[in-house]
């Protein structure tokens, strides 16, 4: 128990459980409120259990946020050629205007945040991709460069155990990768060979999973399950990294089931409080310096809700620019049939990555990149269940021997690119939907853009290029944000800014507008990159305002 501590910290996942364990380590005394449950991976992830295939990320009670959606933008026949389909049903007429799919967005509350749900991948940011204005004229800059990220990228890394390639590529290191690359699996060297017949370089993609024991966690036993939960705790996730760093330290009290409901503001622009709920009672809780990192949907939204004579636009929100901006990742997923290629189920998740055209301007025409990964695990095709009912028509002893014959050959190609900000895709809070305690719920409402269309398009083309020269015979499905929200990485709706008067938080994620109040999560990225994974620049953008918070 910590009695006055010296930072409350708001939101357990890749961003909190950083500044938490930062913080912690130079001797602060936190106290760190989470909205969600701790998982158990014994209960939670049983992966060796025999319905394991049928299982998908354990929701426990109160380990899910509700969310509700405004406009998504419409869905102009003339782009049918991106709708999704799969073998197994029959094509529909794409929607009129694009719909929630899949998990929609499904961000997890509980200790250790998204990060228990995530796959892993470890991605540094393209240094051009943040100056993405500069280097194309499209979008913004960020207010920093890579070299200001570079050592806590470095820090964060050490802390999750990043395994990775030997070549630094674009995106220059200091030091190696703490692990050595993981080996590739089968599907995904197949997807190498292709690639460099194309003219398109693959390498074994950054992993936050071990590839050999680090800090008393245990090397990944390829299981498979990274999306489902890890089982034997190596994967980088916040609550085996982070959080057990900052909880050792004994300064670090931790409640959990404790969702803050709104911030205080007081005299001179500081937060002097916050309540938070336990059970049915809301406690009220005094705070010196308050880091909100509740991830890029809940952060504006607890800003919004804290509108008050004090601050009537919303908390932070003196320029307006709270929940704007808002920025999901486009991607597209497509899978090919590959006859004579067998073990395309094994192996770590995304173990291999394509950066060829990820770099701002490298995709022609377009401003935004955008990266391809092995997908075949993430798709969740390493199963037979989900090969039968999805790749598999017909039934009986036809069905069996198909099943028999292909399960192993279905190669998944995924892509994610650069998605524009724009005036519309907002978080804004909802008029009429509520929560259990009455206040507003968030409402996602994000469109794309013409150039995202296009990318999009490109992304599909050439992820059925890349299939084609893998030896595919055939397509088993494919689909993408053309048609369906499906967001895992989401940004912007706090941007950092150089100047008051673009954003909500400086440079160094203190916001502009109250002195103690710093933001440490997905929703300070002024651009979302061309297809890296956020958490890992989550994290050292984390630790990188941890030591700005200490400096005073
Ligand atoms: C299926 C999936 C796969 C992904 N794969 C990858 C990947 O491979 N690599 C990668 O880098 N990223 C991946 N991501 C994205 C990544 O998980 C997120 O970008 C990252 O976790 C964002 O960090 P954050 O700190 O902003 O938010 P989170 O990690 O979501 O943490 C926010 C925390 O705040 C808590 N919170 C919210 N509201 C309140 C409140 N009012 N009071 C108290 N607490 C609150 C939440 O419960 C949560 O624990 C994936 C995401 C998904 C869904
Ligand atoms: S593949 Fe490795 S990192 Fe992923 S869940 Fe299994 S053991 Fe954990």
Redesign the pocket.
């Known amino acids: 128990m910590v009695d006055a501590p010296d930072v409350v910290v708001?939101?357990?996942?890749?961003?909190?459980g950083a500044v938490a364990h930062a913080l912690t380590a130079a001797g602060a005394r936190v106290l760190l409120?989470?909205?969600?449950p701790r998982f158990d991976p014994v209960r939670d992830y049983p992966q060796t259990a025999p319905d394991w295939e049928r299982r998908s990320f354990p929701a426990p009670p109160g380990s899910r946020?509700a969310v509700t959606f405004g406009d998504l933008g419409a869905c102009d026949a003339a782009d049918a050629d991106l709708a999704s389909w799969t073998a197994a049903q029959p094509r529909r007429a794409p929607p009129a205007r694009r719909e929630v799919t899949g998990?929609g967005y499904?961000?997890?509350?509980?200790w250790?945040?998204?990060?228990l749900?995530?796959?892993?991948?470890?991605?540094r940011m393209h240094p051009q991709a943040m100056r993405l204005r500069s280097v194309t004229g499209a979008g913004v800059d960020w207010p920093i460069g890579y070299d200001d990220l570079e050592p806590f990228y470095l820090q964060a890394e050490t802390v999750l155990g990043v395994a990775g390639p030997a070549e630094a590529g674009d995106r220059w290191r200091s030091a190696p990768y703490p692990l050595p690359a993981h080996p590739l699996s089968p599907g995904a060297r197949r997807l190498a060979e292709a690639g460099a017949r194309l003219g398109l370089p693959w390498e074994a993609n950054a992993r936050a999973a071990l590839s050999q024991p680090w800090d008393d966690r245990p090397g990944c036993i390829y299981c498979g399950q990274c999306?489902r939960g890890c089982p034997i705790g190596d994967k980088g996730s916040?609550d085996v990294t982070f959080l057990r760093r900052a909880e050792v330290t004994g300064r670090l009290e931790a409640r959990v089931n404790?969702?803050?409901?709104r911030l205080h503001p007081g005299a001179g622009g500081r937060i002097v409080a916050l309540d938070?709920l336990d059970g049915d009672r809301v406690v009220r809780v005094e705070t010196p310096v308050l880091v909100l990192?509740?991830?890029?949907v809940?952060t504006p939204r607890?800003l919004l809700l804290s509108a008050g004579p004090e601050a009537p636009g919303g908390v932070a929100n003196g320029s307006g620019h709270v929940g704007r901006h808002f920025i999901e990742t486009l991607s597209w997923l497509g899978t090919g049939l590959v006859p004579g290629l067998s073990g395309t189920h094994l192996g770590l998740p995304?173990d291999a990555i394509c950066w060829g055209l990820n770099a701002p301007g490298s995709v022609p025409g377009l401003p935004g990149g955008c990266r391809f990964h092995a997908a075949t695990q993430e798709r969740g095709l390493n199963g037979p269940v989900a090969y039968g009912t999805r790749v598999v028509p017909g039934f009986g002893a036809g069905f069996k021997a198909a099943l028999r014959a292909g399960f192993g050959t279905a190669l998944s190609v995924g892509a994610m690119g650069e998605k524009l900000p724009d005036e519309v895709s907002r978080v804004d809070l909802d008029p009429e939907a509520r929560d259990g305690m009455g206040l507003a719920l968030p409402r996602i409402t994000s469109v794309l853009g013409r150039q995202d269309i296009a990318l999009l398009r490109f992304m599909a083309g050439e992820a059925r290029r890349l299939l084609a020269e893998a030896g595919a015979v055939a397509m088993a499905e494919e689909g993408g944000s053309w048609d369906g929200f499906s967001a895992?990485?989401?940004f912007g709706t706090c941007r950092m800014a150089a100047r008051r008067e673009d954003g909500v938080v400086g440079p160094d994620g203190r916001a502009f507008d109250h002195g103690n109040l710093w933001i440490a999560?997905?929703?300070v990225f002024p651009t979302g990159g061309g297809g890296e994974?956020?958490?890992?620049t989550?994290q050292a953008l984390a630790l990188r305002t941890a030591a700005a918070i200490l400096a005073g």
């Open positions: 708001v939101g357990a996942g890749a961003g909190g409120l989470e909205a969600g946020g998990e499904w961000h997890v509350q509980g250790g945040g998204t990060t749900h995530f796959i892993g991948e470890a991605h999306g916040a404790a969702p803050v409901l938070h990192a509740a991830g890029a809940q607890l995304s895992t990485h989401v999560d997905a929703s994974s956020p958490s890992l989550v």
